[in-house]
């Protein structure tokens, strides 16, 4: 069947045309997709899967029999859809919106925590050699202010976020290695083959993610939450970023109170050096 593009019929409407040739288990997912079409822009093909009571290659081959690439293509051109039929009026000010948006995306990955997840990843990372963190995107800013932070506290660590140097990186990993895989979806395919190969040379896998049930987690050892899902139109965007920022700041943090004399001296030390070069 002919791709779908972004010109062509809406999801809805593809869906309606072609639902008297689907299977019981089509037509499970089709009902679950009107009846939640806000929720399903916010789920992982995993927890589509689950919500419709269906196995995972079922609903893929679902959206591919519709035409689609697969659950990520139908997913963009659905939120167009219910973006642009949607009714909502915001009665605050944008800048209160922003500010609400971040204050809750923070206060709802504080209730989500879990402590003894967050106290292993500190644990882990505190006995590693080397810590390589992987992110693509705007995951991959992030990524960049944890290689920052850990560096300012004494640990050896390094971001990598072109896909093909991951891959090189992964496979020379072995079992003193610490990974930390940054990724909103936890779909996304480049990260979630790289982690692979990292748990394959037997590496510890700390995965930040928004959903606790996706391709990435299968592989980790550590699993920290954030809670600012996004849909497929609002990709990259900042608040999902600070609650990334936020789990990272608890890490960090964590792991200067565990040696707190070394990341002192270090610190001092980066401070000393760098004010060497400023007029």
Excluded: W
């Excluded at 997913?75 to 009026?89: D, T």
């Excluded at 900042?238 to 610190?267: F, H, P, R, W």
């Amino acid at each position: 069947m002919k791709m779908r593009s972004i010109n062509g019929p809406k999801p809805s409407i593809v869906m309606e045309q072609n639902k008297h040739d689907f299977t019981k288990s089509e037509n499970k997912i089709y009902e679950y997709i009107l009846a939640n079409p806000e929720q399903v822009l916010y789920h992982s093909l995993t927890e589509l899967s689950e919500a419709s009571t269906v196995a995972e290659a079922t609903v893929l081959r679902f959206f591919r029999k519709l035409g689609y690439k697969g659950f990520q293509d139908f997913k963009f051109l659905f939120a167009q859809e219910v973006a642009a039929e949607s009714n909502q009026h915001y009665q605050e000010s944008y800048m209160e919106r922003i500010r609400t948006n971040m204050v809750q995306a923070i206060e709802d990955t504080y209730d989500i925590l879990d402590t003894q997840s967050l106290e292993g990843c500190i644990n882990a990372i505190d006995r590693c050699q080397d810590v390589v963190i992987f992110g693509i995107g705007s995951s991959g800013i992030a990524g960049l202010d944890m290689q920052n932070r850990l560096m300012r506290i004494g640990k050896n660590a390094s971001i990598i976020t072109d896909p093909h140097f991951q891959v090189m990186r992964a496979s020379a990993l072995n079992e003193k290695s610490v990974v930390v895989a940054i990724s909103l979806t936890g779909s996304t395919k480049d990260i979630v083959d790289t982690v692979q190969i990292a748990k394959e040379k037997k590496a510890t896998v700390i995965v930040l993610t928004n959903y606790v049930k996706s391709p990435l987690t299968k592989y980790a050892d550590y699993i920290l939450l954030t809670s600012a899902k996004e849909n497929p139109l609002d990709s990259g965007s900042l608040v999902s970023k600070i609650t990334q920022l936020y789990l990272i700041d608890l890490i960090c943090t964590g792991l200067t109170m565990k040696n707190y004399q070394e990341a002192e001296k270090v610190k001092m030390e980066i401070t000393e050096n760098i004010a060497s070069k400023l007029y």
